[in-house]
């Protein structure tokens, strides 16, 4: 059962655009919401996350937007550049933070210039 | 720092054989993952480790998988005996127990299995 929904699977964004991949969860005692960022023949990386009792956190051009009630959240890279182009997951875990996180299935972005 | 170091980083096998991916975690880490990455699956954990003790052993697939932690800065995880649906990418991935600590993920083993 896949408990963190990923959309969409690939995204092409024009450079300087803006990026937007949206997650949705099921268990509602989730409690720690981190996007990682992974390029070709490298591991996942964190990117930012954030915790439920904020509805927004901003990181220089990557953005988080949660919305508690509706169980989703989503990221926005804003003035997308071409560096930006990788495989992004969402991931959710329960309890102490990290500790078996459930990952989407991931957005393979491309950025064109 | 080196950050989490796995090997191999390619590993070509026949199906039957054994195979063995290695971790080293980052120093004063006390959690590890073991997950497999697949363009169906996407990434699974297949096990984690708290204290070199395993926590979660729910993910590993079936009896033909095993994970161990001997000490605080070395993990395996054994494949015996190999079958062509086991090829995937393996990370290992540690991180320090506690709210807000990231997963620092290794390069990963990409294992294929003929």
């Known amino acids: 059962q896949q408990q963190v929904k990923q959309s969409p699977q690939s995204l092409i964004v024009q450079k300087g655009g803006i990026s937007i991949i949206n997650c949705a969860y099921e268990?509602?005692?989730?409690?720690?919401f981190p996007w990682y960022q992974q390029f070709p023949g490298k591991g996942p990386a964190l990117l930012i996350a954030?915790?439920?009792?904020?509805s927004e956190k901003k990181e220089g051009r990557f953005t988080i937007s949660f919305n508690k009630s509706a169980k989703q959240f989503s990221l926005h890279i804003m003035d997308s550049q071409p560096g930006d182009s990788a495989t992004y997951f969402c991931?959710?875990?329960?309890?102490?933070?990290?500790?078996?996180?459930?990952f989407g299935t991931g957005t393979r972005l491309t950025i064109i210039p | 720092d080196a950050g989490v170091i796995q090997s191999p980083r390619h590993e070509v096998t026949e199906m039957g054989q054994e195979v063995t991916l290695r971790c080293k975690p980052i120093?004063?880490?006390?959690?590890l993952f073991w997950y497999r990455q697949t363009m169906m699956r996407g990434l699974e954990l297949l096990i984690y480790?708290?204290?070199?003790?395993?926590?979660?052993d729910s993910g590993m697939p079936e009896d033909r998988f095993s994970a161990k932690m001997p000490n605080a800065s070395f993990s395996t995880l054994k494949i015996q005996p190999s079958e062509p649906r086991d090829s995937a990418v393996y990370f290992c991935a540690s991180s320090f127990r506690g709210r807000d600590s990231p997963l620092h993920f290794g390069n990963g083993t990409r294992l294929t299995v003929t």
């Open positions: 480790f708290n204290n070199n003790v395993p926590i979660d």
């Open positions: 268990n509602t005692a989730f409690d720690y």
């Open positions: 991931a959710a875990s329960v309890l102490f933070g990290n500790e078996k996180l459930t």
């Open positions: 954030i915790r439920p009792d904020v």
């Open positions: 120093s004063g880490h006390n959690s």
